[in-house]
């Protein structure tokens, strides 16, 4: 009877981890350029990131969902220390898979003055490797630095240490001028 259990739960924690394994079809590391790419952004305009390369530093942060707890305490952590970033010559870009009506709605609750980026498809999520958690089940948190060369400087991954990319961020940042 033991074995008879074993076995289905077995083959299911093999095939969600070979979900996640598919997720994640690259991985960029400190020191690689960082991708090109195009997303709506929650105004409906599209933003090409070749626009803003070289101009200033980056804080490129994928998260789960609109309007979570974890999510909401991010980018309203973002969004209270965003003068900082500012100042230290950085734009702020967080990117989850919602679709622009629920970043808009997001962004105008919280008074977010920063740019959020529709990736329903995931394309970008994938271009950047950024890993699923929990099995595949959730989509990963994970913040880059990238200086105005393009390069990234710094990767924080983590799902429960939230305010710890920003703080972690913004400190990364104040190093690169």
Do not use: W
Request: aromatic content about 10%; some cysteine.
């Amino acid at each position: 009877m033991r074995l008879i259990l074993i076995f289905p739960i077995t083959v299911i924690i093999s095939l969600l981890y070979f979900v996640q394994l598919m997720n994640s079809t690259s991985k960029l590391e400190v020191g690689s350029s960082v991708p090109d790419f195009s997303l709506l952004d929650q105004n409906g305009k599209m933003f090409d990131l070749s626009e803003i390369l070289g101009k200033h530093n980056l804080v490129i942060y994928f998260y789960p969902k609109d309007g979570t707890q974890g999510c909401t305490k991010e980018a309203c952590t973002f969004r209270d220390m965003y003068q900082d970033f500012t100042d230290a010559g950085a734009e702020v870009i967080g990117i989850s898979g919602d679709n622009r009506e629920s970043h808009q709605g997001f962004s105008t609750a919280h008074k977010l003055p920063f740019t959020l980026l529709s990736d329903e498809d995931k394309t970008v999520r994938k271009l950047f490797g950024v890993p699923t958690d929990f099995f595949g089940l959730l989509p990963g948190r994970v913040t880059y630095i990238v200086d105005k060369k393009g390069i990234i400087r710094y990767i924080f991954k983590s799902q429960t240490q939230i305010e710890k990319h920003v703080r972690e961020s913004l400190r990364i940042l104040k190093t690169l001028n």
